[in-house]
């Protein structure tokens, strides 16, 4: 059975830092492009930032470009999100993705591409 289990969220002050991770079981990831997706209340859900199954490319939303850094470690199945220059507008809760066509070039940017979601962990910033 595949899963997907994020860790790492929490409550944190404007301007802090947080690390978000995704672990994956079930079967080996490092084949799969990955991803987070954040959705707050009342907004729209964002794919905030994409990962190639090489971590050799990555895609960030305008709204968390220069402040968010996506990575994977292939060996531990696990991709990471630092959060960095956190703003009170990043509280949401936040899930990682995987698109399980291997090898898939590049990097996925739309919702009905990737195959398998985690549960989520909850961010929230403070002012």
Partial sequence: QVQLVESGGGLVQAGGSLRLSCAASGRTF???????????PGKEREIVAAI???G?????????KGRFTISRDNAKNTVYLQMNSLKPEDTAVYCCAAD???RRAGVVTMFSQYDYWGQGTQVTVSS
Avoid: E, H, I
């Fill in 30 to 40: 490092s084949s799969y492009p990955m991803g987070w997706v954040r959705q707050a």
């Fill in 52 to 54: 190639s199954w090489s």
């Fill in 56 to 64: 050799g490319s990555t895609y960030y939303a305008d709204s968390v």
């Fill in 100 to 102: 399980l066509l291997p």
